[in-house]
């Protein structure tokens, strides 16, 4: 028996990174999933892991016609939407706020905040009556730059701070039908990138896994899969049924790092 047998899932972004870990574990729990994703490679990708558990749709999560089309995917293949995770994002990699020019500014903020943070409230927006009739729950990524400075720049952490503000309002106002979560990872091993034109990618960046193990009392950067049993948990209408407006930290313990590592205290 699966956790989430019988469910059906839409994860945004979902080809790649911790969308694709949280798309594969949904399924080893028992689960159908529509993952909107812009990447052809990807949707083969996902189709040859799991075959028709799996439902691509190719589209851009700043898109109202791609999240609408990829709800109405979810319904017409599995009958019902139980779980949204809005997950797409992209990153600005801790570029400083004096670094950027003035006149490159407002272009850089509406991409990062069309795909973080407008992404999260279109895709939430088209599942609204299919969650309301499933009495099914929101399970957002966050981020540790949801609630720290210092792992992103000005406009990352703006994103991720804003989408704590979303979370907590939809969690208001779509109660008592809909629940609404989030998952907030701290650094880990993926392809995470940046905007239009932007060749850098997260992991590649030079002294990145050990920038992380040295900041966080676990002591490692995590991987994708590590994060994803947590997704599991806010969707399962049992295991979280009295739960929402909640927002479970995957970092590594960063609220408890205080001046030293623990391991240079031994
Ligand atoms: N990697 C980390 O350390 C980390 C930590 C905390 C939170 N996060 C968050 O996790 C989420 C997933 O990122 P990831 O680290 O797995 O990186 P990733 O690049 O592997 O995954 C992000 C996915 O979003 C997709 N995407 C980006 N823009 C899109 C758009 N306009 N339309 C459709 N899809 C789009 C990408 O193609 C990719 O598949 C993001 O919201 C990110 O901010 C990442």
Redesign the pocket.
């Known amino acids: 028996m699966g956790r989430l047998d019988g469910y059906a899932a839409l994860v945004?972004?979902?080809?790649?990174?911790?969308?694709?870990a949280v798309v594969d574990r949904f399924v080893a729990e028992g689960a159908n999933v529509g993952v909107?994703?812009?990447?052809q490679g990807?949707a083969d990708s996902l189709t040859e892991a799991h075959g028709d558990a799996v439902a691509p749709i190719i589209?851009?999560?700043?898109n109202w016609d791609d999240n609408q089309r990829a709800v109405e995917t979810v319904l017409s293949r599995f009958g019902k939407l139980d779980t949204l995770v809005p997950?797409?994002?992209?990153?600005d990699f801790s570029d400083k706020f004096q670094n950027i020019r003035g006149e490159d500014l407002e272009a850089r903020y509406r991409e990062i905040f069309?795909?973080?943070v407008l992404?999260y409230l279109l895709a939430a927006r088209a599942s609204l009556e299919a969650l309301r009739a499933s009495e099914g729950s929101i399970v957002m990524?966050?981020?540790?730059?949801s609630f720290y400075t210092g792992?992103g720049g000005a406009l990352?952490v703006s994103t991720?701070h804003g989408l704590v503000g979303t979370l907590r309002q939809l969690a208001y106002e779509l109660s008592p039908e809909i629940r609404v979560n989030g998952v907030?990872?701290?650094?880990?091993?993926?392809?995470?990138?940046g905007g239009s034109g932007d060749a850098r990618v997260?992991e590649d960046l030079d002294g990145y896994e050990a920038m992380v193990a040295r900041n966080v009392p676990l002591g490692f950067l995590s991987e994708?899969e590590d994060h994803a049993g947590l997704y599991v948990t806010l969707a399962s209408k049992t295991e979280s049924r009295f739960v929402t407006a909640h927002i479970i930290r995957s970092d590594g313990g960063i609220e408890v790092r205080g001046r030293r590592r623990k391991r240079e205290t031994k």
Not at 36 to 39: A, G
Not at 87 to 91: D, S
Request: no cysteine; net charge positive.
């Open positions: 945004t972004g979902g080809g790649k990174g911790i969308g694709r909107l994703t812009r990447s990807d589209g851009d999560v700043r997950n797409a994002g992209i990153y069309d795909v973080n992404g990524t966050l981020s540790s730059s792992g990352y991720k907030a990872p701290g650094g880990t091993r993926t392809g995470l990138g997260l994708p």
